[in-house]
């Protein structure tokens, strides 16, 4: 899974990727919730949990491609509330895909870097 993502910046480029998808996930949220009368139910749902996926930061590149996906089919499907906002979503869910989530993120939780300490057991100490 490491090959997934590429790094996991801290400090200021790792907040900038935290608002990146807390943004991100907000707009597919409400998105999801407004466009519920006008698109097929499994893609309200499948959007309302790409947003909620994003925000936390679990699975981030797939969950970018696949959310921007579903936006693009929204703008598409002749919906008047997604033609009404701009590419921003999808432009910045291709970035979050490129990018990665971030040190602030469940991914970095789960797949990050960790430093791994070998100490000499007491057991050794009857060799001498």
Do not use: W
Request: overall charge negative; proline content about 5%; some cysteine.
């Amino acid at each position: 899974m490491q090959k997934l993502f590429s790094m996991f910046p801290r400090g200021a480029p790792g907040l900038a990727l935290l608002l990146l998808r807390l943004f991100v996930g907000a707009v597919l949220i409400f998105d999801a919730a407004a466009a519920a009368p006008a698109l097929n139910e499994v893609l309200v749902y499948a959007l309302a949990a790409c947003g909620l996926a994003l925000i936390v930061g679990c699975i981030t590149p797939i969950v970018a491609v696949v959310s921007a996906i579903i936006v693009t089919m929204g703008l598409t499907a002749d919906s008047t509330l997604l033609a009404l906002h701009s590419f921003a979503p999808i432009v910045i869910a291709v970035a979050l895909a490129l990018l990665g989530p971030g040190a602030y993120s469940l991914d970095a939780r789960i797949f990050g870097r960790r430093l791994l300490e070998f100490r000499p057991d007491a057991s050794d100490d009857s060799l001498d």
